[in-house]
T-cell receptor
Framework: DAGVIQSPRHEVTEMGQEVTLRCKPI?????LFWYRQTMMRGLELLIY????????DSGMPEDRFSAKMPNASFSTLKIQPSEPRDSAVYFC??????????????FGPGTRLTVL | GENVEQHPSTLSVQEGDSAVIKCTYS??????FPWYKQELGKRPQLIID?????GEKKDQRIAVTLNKTAKHFSLHITETQPEDSAVYFC????????????FGSGTKLNVKP
């Protein structure tokens, strides 16, 4: 298995532009997570899905952020309009089977977003 | 929500020495505590975890201890090697939810050869 796949790996954009980050989870995994990592705030959970349904989006910073999971093998995180403070590394992770602790969340390589 | 504090923020040890990283959490209902290792520019990877019904867990040179009463848990790395150099994050799960973690701020471990 190729693991969790994210694209693009790097994104540089200008303030006000729309940004779309993409994630392909590990096949067969039931859960998908979006995290943001910054020096100031560390690693934060933004939203997670179970069987393509958003379960908890309480970590989404504001209405400029939205996430979708149209099918079991694809998810997007969109920022519109983007702002310089959105600059961070965004990780996608996936996990197999609900309710069992210790089932590892496998992280993707991350997308480094820079908003100028 | 849960508040996880992690110390120290940086730790430098000589190769072969032991390293200890400590975390405290605020929600006594948290019941799952994973530790992740993140090498520079790479993704976080799970290295060990512990559930609240266990006081200690060991995997080769790595061990984790949990004190539920005091609400703290620690990562112990023995016989450190240069490849152990990385940032280590502790996390605590939300009450009754093994999917939602609150992460500590990270410890940058430097193992000097």
């Amino acid at each position: 298995d190729a693991g969790v796949i994210q694209s693009p790996r790097h994104e540089v954009t200008e303030m006000g532009q729309e940004v779309t980050l993409r994630c392909k989870p590990i096949s067969g995994h039931d859960y998908l997570f979006w995290y943001r990592q910054t020096m100031m705030r560390g690693l934060e959970l933004l939203i997670y899905f179970n069987n393509n349904v958003p379960i908890d989006d309480s970590g989404m910073p504001e209405d400029r952020f939205s996430a979708k999971m149209p099918n079991a093998s694809f998810s997007t995180l969109k920022i519109q309009p983007s702002e310089p403070r959105d600059s961070a590394v965004y990780f996608c992770a996936s996990r197999r089977l609900a309710g069992i602790p210790g089932n590892e969340q496998f992280f993707g390589p991350g997308t480094r977003l820079t908003v100028l | 929500g849960e508040n996880v504090e992690q110390h120290p923020s940086t730790l430098s040890v000589q190769e072969g020495d032991s390293a200890v990283i400590k975390c405290t959490y605020s929600d006594s209902a948290s019941n799952y505590f994973p530790w992740y290792k993140q090498e520079l520019g790479k993704r976080p990877q799970l290295i060990i975890d512990i559930r609240s019904n266990v006081g200690e867990k060991k995997d080769q040179r790595i061990a984790v201890t949990l004190n539920k009463t005091a609400k703290h848990f620690s990562l112990h790395i023995t016989e450190t090697q240069p490849e152990d150099s990385a940032v280590y994050f502790c996390a605590a799960s939300e009450k009754y939810n093994f999917n939602k973690f609150y992460f500590g701020s990270g410890t940058k471990l430097n193992v000097k050869p």
